[in-house]
């Protein structure tokens, strides 16, 4: 549930303020073992010729 929310947030904000963003991809993914978030965002550049873009990081909690 966490995850689907990130995912959606995510496409909210890329969507509102990023307008050079086209087709967004967001995965996301939870490790509960260590409580991190994965998250991959795959998109294109518009009016740009250059292949599918990606942008992948991980959350880490700042406490345990």
């Known amino acids: ?3 689907l ?3 959606s947030e995510v496409e909210t904000l890329l969507a509102n ?3 050079r963003v086209k087709d967004p991809e ?3 993914k939870f490790e509960t073992d260590s409580n991190e978030m ?3 965002i795959q998109y294109e550049i518009v009016g740009l ?3 599918a ?3 992948e990081f991980i959350l880490e909690p700042t406490r345990i």
């Open 38 to 40: 994965y998250i991959k």
């Open 1 to 3: 549930a966490l995850a």
């Open 17 to 19: 303020f990023e307008p």
């Open 53 to 55: 873009q990606e942008i």
């Open 26 to 28: 967001i995965i996301v």
């Open 5 to 7: 929310s990130l995912e």
């Open 49 to 51: 010729p250059v292949p």
